[in-house]
Nanobody, 118 residues
Framework: VQLQASGGGLVQAGGSLRLACAASGRTLSSGYMGWFRQAPGKEREFVAG????????YYSDSVKGRFTISIDNAKITVSLQMNSLKPEDTAIYYC????????????WGQGTLVTVSS
């Protein structure tokens, strides 16, 4: 599975950005896709996840109510709509895939930088 993330950039606090992650190669027939982020000097953390069919979504408490994850099954693209952005959302965002049968996310995209200015 190859994952290509895009959509990062610079935005002012309170603004919005939309990240996209296109999957190619061995397609996921089932499992999860998700977004993680890593801020400078911090460990990578889970942001949001979605079941392959889109039937279930999961969010970290820090983004719940502000971020929305969605999946386009025809294109196998996972998006992360980020609203009401805060400076603490500044990080490199990574998309990841966890095929069914895997105990954890096993495939990772290259990351896209999101910078939120105050």
């Amino acid at each position: 599975v190859q994952l290509q993330a895009s959509g990062g950039g610079l935005v002012q606090a309170g603004g919005s950005l939309r990240l996209a992650c296109a999957a190619s190669g061995r397609t996921l027939s089932s499992g999860y896709m998700g977004w993680f982020r890593q801020a400078p000097g911090k460990e990578r953390e889970f942001v949001a996840g979605i079941f392959r069919t889109g039937s279930s979504t999961y969010y970290s408490d820090s983004v719940k109510g502000r971020f929305t994850i969605s999946i386009d099954n025809a294109k196998i693209t996972v998006s992360l709509q980020m609203n009401s952005l805060k400076p603490e959302d500044t990080a490199i965002y990574y998309c990841a895939a966890r095929p069914l049968g895997y105990s954890d996310y096993a495939f990772w995209g290259q990351g896209t930088l999101v910078t939120v200015s105050s």
